[in-house]
């Protein structure tokens, strides 16, 4: 069972980053679901039902964030957004799409030899749905599908490593699987070998910031970015490293 502190609860009016007709972008809580939320898990889509218009055709995640993962969260409101936005995030390296995401993992025994610089990992991913959980792959196999990312690393400390990441591909558990796999697993992610969980049940791994076509004006990018909803020590750290 997940135990997401509930006074940390930010009210979800103050986390609408951008709305229109067609789509809104929300900066998710951990122990929020973007969709399909089972028992005792926060539902996103209806929370978000009781403050937009009452005439909002649909509320559907576009990006599906996972549960214990904050930041930027896309809903579209209308099928034909659905559709449109469906099309470009399905489509592989598109310039349309941006997916920048801040990572606080642990620290490896042996740092990487690009430390400061960007480094593309790719890696093949098959999902074990009784499990809930991405198996990663150094080559294609039957069932697989090819992962990939940008990310660099922008700080040490004593146990951590701090980076950010762009995000190509959009796979399940996709940073959370291929950060395990090269030692580095997101702090407090027991399913991908974490050493110890958060206190509070949540990872460090935030979406900071989307960019996307707008759904009416296809020729527009909407650019929207969000600051971790909880900010302590770690964080505080990570976003002095920013420049």
Known sequence: MNNFTEQENI?????????????VVVNKLKGEATEGAVR????LPRELKAVLPADTQLIEA??????????CAIFALTQ???????????????????KHYWAIT?????????????????HWIEINKKLNKS?????????CKKASLRYKIIGKGDNYLFSEIDLITGRHHQIRAQFA???????????????RSEKDGGIRLHARSLSFPDPLNKTEIVHVTADPPYIDNLWTDFMKLIK
């Open 11 to 23: 009210p979800l009016s103050s986390r609408i980053l951008y709305q229109s007709t067609e789509c």
């Open 40 to 43: 005792q898990i926060v539902s």
């Open 62 to 71: 576009v990006n599906r964030v996972d549960v214990p993962v904050t930041g």
């Open 80 to 98: 034909d957004s659905l559709v449109f936005l469906n099309s470009v995030f399905s489509e592989k390296g598109s310039p349309l799409i941006k």
């Open 106 to 122: 642990e620290k490896p025994p042996q740092l990487p030899d690009t430390c400061g610089e960007y480094t593309e990992l790719v």
């Open 135 to 143: 198996l990663v792959y150094y080559e294609s196999a039957q069932d």
């Open 181 to 195: 796999m090269e030692g580095m697993p997101v702090k407090g992610d027991l399913k991908y070998g974490a050493k």
